[in-house]
């Protein structure tokens, strides 16, 4: 077989098993074996740049760099929807429709997902390009960022036309949404408002790699050019199903408007239930035919519409506006409300995320708003009631002194945050980092809470969290609600952290943009923290999935005196900066490629020494059941759901036993 020959049967592979993978959610290799097939694709390609092809697998991870997005015009406009509230709306929709086309109609009933609008071009099967919607008669050019994600077909298969449209949204789902803010929170960033403006915000990142790293996916539902090879919608949306689109299977035909409401009625109770964010249903006249008869108005088609569901909002009185002090200096503005019922829940605060959203929102103490829950999960500030404005208010001006140490706030130039500059001397960042110091996924000291902390700091006992190993009972025994069992559990606690190994030790540093994942990457990379204080920005870079800003951060963090002062502090304590030679020993690869879910109570070892065992043997662990699940290690009192998950997409079952044996 030549070199050529062998490149394009590992194209050929890879995009069938990525096609498995993603779309059909079976897959038939591990994701061992499809690195393993990306990674000699790879070389194949660097050795034989002749053969390149824009649309290879070998894409999918990013790379290109965009400084400008070009703006294309669409071949085909992309029109916007028009929206409907009610069945009454919707009955007249129908009225006019049929007695526009002289007859009876059938409907194409859609979920209408909350994301991003794409316009994806094929020819010859191939990915030409990606345009965002824009103002619908053109659109920025963002190819390089959309071939990062895994369910966008590089490469069809079937009976495809030689070159047409497809249109879609660009989502997020909850679980991965959720993922990256917990990431993000532990790096000491702001947490993402919604799923939704972060998908968009995904596609205009100029590195590519970047994209690659968010787990976007991309749902399909109308195909456009000239000479279709189906008659209808309906028939359109399993075609492109046929083609590997990752087609929505919640689309339904429906006969009758009646049957329509019926699909928006199960929806508006069952959306809760789906992966992604949706706002509402589309519905769409099925006859190609019939809808070319209906036309369009100069922004819309008449042939469809939009049902929105009723947003879960409640409007209340904004008492007063106030500033947290985050752990790295971040000031958050927080709205104190009236207590409002949202959702099954009592809402008492919204954040207001910085500067520019109040200035956006023109939001002031006193005001009745409108209180949201932003993809029904964090409780936002949507709007003013300006009817309900007294006119003496005043506007609302931002705070410019730190609410806790009275510093002068400070701004980035290209950042949405303020920032408090006064890292040793404010009391919040103080107790923040040695409450992320003491936390359970970092030394986890046991004895020592949040609250202590603070009593700690505010009685001038501790300033910083290597102060923490040099307490002696007779320290802590005058704190509030400390007794002489508590103050020797908190000393013995501290003194047992010492035992806890290197990747963690990072991890607890609190260095910014490092949360769990990257600590145990760099420390597995350096083996000590020597060798990863004296790397350049260039050699962080090189670490796998470390990028600039990550890179930035920590040497930042090490030029630091007083950072590298602490460290010396915590050496000579006796804390654990390198990676042990028995650590080493019991790590091995057997479980590459392999994903394990952990659920229930064990017998012979704990859930967090199963997930290590996991990882320290190249396995991962995921929150949640999937396709790509590959073992449900079962232990006593699981919970049901997961169970039936693991039932229904095929995930193996294996006990603790079971999983030991695996490692022996």
Not at 120 to 141: E, H, I, P, S, W
Not at 171 to 199: D, Q, S, W
Not at 530 to 548: K, N, P, Q, R, Y
Request: with cysteine.
């Amino acid at each position: 077989m030549t070199t050529q020959e062998q490149i394009k049967q590992l194209r050929e592979e890879l995009h069938r098993h990525n096609y498995l993978y993603y779309i059909e959610d079976k897959p038939e290799i591990s994701d061992y074996d499809f690195d393993m097939k990306l990674k000699e694709l790879q070389h194949l390609e660097e050795k034989n740049p002749e053969f390149e092809d824009p649309n290879s697998p070998t894409r999918r991870v990013g790379g290109a760099i965009t400084k400008n997005f070009n703006t294309v015009v669409h071949d085909y406009r992309m029109y916007s929807l028009s929206n409907s509230y009610s069945k009454e709306e919707l009955e007249d929709w129908e009225n006019r429709i049929e007695k526009s086309v002289g007859g009876k109609l059938q409907y194409v009933c859609e979920l209408k997902y909350d994301g991003a609008s794409i316009s994806l071009t094929y020819k010859n099967g191939k990915l030409q390009r990606a345009v965002t919607r824009g103002d619908g008669f053109q659109g920025d050019d963002v190819t390089n960022n959309i071939k990062t994600i895994r369910s966008v077909p590089l490469k069809l298969k079937g009976d495809f036309p030689e070159k047409f449209d497809i249109r879609g949204e660009i989502v997020l789902p909850y679980e991965g949404f959720a993922k990256m803010n917990a990431e993000r929170v532990e790096a000491g960033e702001e947490p993402y408002a919604n799923p939704r403006n972060t998908a968009s915000g995904s596609l205009k990142l100029q590195d590519s790699a970047e994209v690659a790293k968010r787990p976007l996916e991309c749902l399909l539902y109308s195909l456009v050019a000239d000479n279709l090879p189906v008659k209808s919608q309906f028939e359109g949306l399993e075609k492109a199903r046929e083609w590997g689109f990752k087609v929505p299977p919640e689309a339904e035909l429906k006969n009758s408007i009646a049957e329509v409401l019926d699909y928006v009625n199960y929806w508006d109770q069952h959306r809760h239930d789906l992966p992604y964010e949706t706002d509402g249903v589309v519905i769409k006249v099925n006859s190609f035919d019939q809808q070319d008869e209906l036309g369009y108005t100069a922004k819309s088609p008449r042939w469809a519409i939009a049902y929105k569901f009723k947003a879960e909002q409640e409007s209340t009185k904004l008492n007063k506006i106030t500033y947290q002090v985050g752990r790295t200096g971040a000031i958050t503005p927080v709205a104190n409300l009236d207590p409002v019922q949202l959702a099954g829940t009592t809402v008492k605060r919204a954040s207001l995320h910085n500067a520019d959203q109040i200035e956006k929102l023109d939001v002031r103490e006193g005001d009745t708003v409108f209180v949201e829950k932003g993809g029904e999960i964090i409780p936002k500030i949507v709007g003013v009631d300006f009817t309900q404005r007294d006119p003496e208010t005043l506007e609302t001006k931002y705070a410019e002194t730190c609410p806790e140490c009275d510093s002068e706030l400070i701004r980035k130039e290209g950042e949405a945050q303020h920032y408090c500059p006064n890292y040793n001397g404010c009391p919040p960042q103080i107790i923040g980092r040695i409450q992320h110091f003491i936390s359970r996924k970092a030394m986890d000291i046991e004895g020592l809470g949040g609250e202590t902390v603070a009593l700690l700091v505010n009685a001038n006992l501790i300033t910083n969290y290597a102060d923490l190993y040099t307490l002696k009972k007779e320290d802590v025994l005058p704190l509030e609600r400390m007794a002489e069992k508590s103050a020797e559990n908190l000393v013995s606690g501290i003194e047992k952290s010492k035992e806890i190994p290197f990747e963690r030790v990072l991890f607890a540093l609190g260095i910014r943009y490092v949360g769990e994942t990257v600590a145990k990457k760099l420390a597995k990379h350096y083996k000590n923290i020597d060798a990863l204080a004296s790397a350049s920005t260039e050699d962080l870079t090189a670490v796998d999935e470390i990028g600039e800003r990550i890179a930035q951060s920590v040497t930042d963090f090490f030029t630091s005196e007083e950072n590298r002062e602490l460290i010396q502090r915590l050496k000579d304590y006796g804390l654990q900066f390198e990676i042990i030679a028995e650590e080493l020993e019991n790590q091995s690869t057997i479980l590459d490629g392999n994903t394990f879910v952990i659920s229930g109570v064990f017998e012979k070892v704990s859930r967090n020494e199963l997930k290590k065992m996991i990882e320290d043997n190249g396995g991962k662990v995921s929150g949640s059941i999937s396709g790509k699940t590959d073992y449900l290690v079962a232990g006593e009192n699981m919970g049901p759901s997961k169970l039936a998950k693991a039932e229904k997409v095929g995930t193996k079952i294996i006990s603790e036993n079971e999983f030991l044996q695996m490692l022996s």
